[in-house]
């Protein structure tokens, strides 16, 4: 194997390309961030990260505007992802400029995932360590994409990404139903509640709400907490009841 990830251009013989796989690793250790597409509301939401005593956490951020209407969440690499949001925000600009209208979401993806999967095809680079999680309204209909350091995008229903999302995702599989995104309280309340899968208080969360033709909002830190503390009052009602019923 050594011989083949040395350069990011050359496939091992069974068809692997390392480079991008040890980026893949890069993504799997950083901390988890989680979509959700609700009926009229999207979901983003974030580990935060742990900083320093004397560090400003305002200058931390996992989630960011790409344009008036789109937003992104990552996990992997944090200059990776500024340098990549840089871009896609010129792109945006320049889509505006050129075609007088705001991009959609796909085109966005498609862009971020083009750029992505140009550094696995070329010498001298190596592929963004990266995977984001792209939301927005087209149409005024809700639309969530994800993209990976490969270059491959796709559009979701809700998805996880980051350290420990195999868990999350199997939460989401589960309880994702279209009566638990119905309103955007249920919406939200899902979105913590998977979080809280991997994540243990609520200090450790955020939580921002992309609504149609509406400024992005993030969840403050006294909401949060009055709606992890629901949760672990349903959740400790639950496990009563499933005593009660032995």
């Known amino acids: 194997m050594a011989r083949y990830d040395r350069a990011i251009t050359v496939f091992s013989p069974d068809g692997h390309l390392f480079q991008v796989e040890y ?17 009229d509301i999207l979901v983003l ?20 505007k790409l344009d008036d209407k789109i937003t992104l969440a990552f996990a992997g690499l944090t200059a990776d992802a500024r340098v990549l949001i840089n871009r896609a925000r010129i792109e945006a600009q320049s889509y505006r400029l050129t075609v007088e209208d ?28 990266i995977s984001t999680l792209i939301v927005g309204f087209d149409h005024n209909e809700p639309k969530l994409f994800s993209t990976d350091p490969s270059g491959t995008y796709a559009e979701w229903k809700a998805l996880a990404v980051g350290r420990n999302s195999k868990q999350v995702k199997e939460f989401l599989e589960t309880n994702y139903k279209a009566e638990a995104v119905e309103s955007q309280d249920a919406a939200v309340k899902l979105a913590v509640k998977s979080l809280l899968e991997v994540v243990e208080a609520s200090k450790n969360i955020e939580v921002a709400i992309v609504r149609n033709n509406q400024p992005l909002t993030f969840l403050k830190d006294e909401e949060l907490e009055a ?12 496990k009563q009841e499933a005593e009660s019923n032995k």
């Open 23 to 39: 980026a893949l690793e890069a993504v799997n250790k950083g901390t988890t961030a989680i979509a959700i597409r609700g009926k």
């Open 45 to 64: 939401g974030v580990e935060r990260k742990s900083v320093a005593k004397l560090q400003d956490n305002r200058t931390v951020r996992k989630i960011a």
């Open 102 to 129: 705001a991009p959609s979401v796909e085109h966005m993806a498609k862009y971020i995932a083009g750029i992505q999967q140009k550094y696995t095809q070329s010498g001298g680079v190596r592929p963004f360590g």
């Open 227 to 238: 709606l992890v503390k629901t949760i672990e009052e349903e959740k400790e009602k639950e």
